[in-house]
Nanobody, 118 residues
Framework: VQLVESGGGLVQTGGSLRLSCAAS????????MGWYRQAPGKQRELVAT???????NYADSVKGRFTISRDNAKNTLYLQMNSLKPEDTAVYYC?????????????WGQGTQVTVSS
């Protein structure tokens, strides 16, 4: 599976951005997808996930501000980010989890930078 993110950039506090992640390859084996982020000097953390049945999960820090969604016809994952804060500044990574031969496999995109200025 190949994942390509887009949509990052520089935005002011309170602004919005929409990230996209285009998946290709063995997408039929994907059971869940998600967005993670990593700020300088910090560990990578979960932002939001969505399962094949469209069940979603969000980090407390983004609940009510971010929305994860997917377009199965386009094999694309989205993250709508509203009311952005400086602490949202990070590299955002797309993740796809596959189940193959009874084993889970994680795939990652290259990351897209989101910078929120105060």
């Amino acid at each position: 599976v190949q994942l390509v993110e887009s949509g990052g950039g520089l935005v002011q506090t309170g602004g919005s951005l929409r990230l996209s992640c285009a998946a290709s390859g063995s997408t039929f084996s994907i059971i869940a997808m998600g967005w993670y982020r990593q700020a300088p000097g910090k560990q990578r953390e979960l932002v939001a996930t969505i399962t094949k049945s469209n069940s979603t999960n969000y980090a407390d820090s983004v609940k009510g501000r971010f929305t994860i969604s997917r377009d199965n016809a386009k094999n694309t994952l989205y993250l709508q980010m509203n009311s952005l804060k400086p602490e949202d500044t990070a590299v955002y990574y797309c993740n796809a989890r596959l189940l193959a031969a009874g084993t889970f496999h994680d795939y990652w995109g290259q990351g897209t930078q989101v910078t929120v200025s105060s």
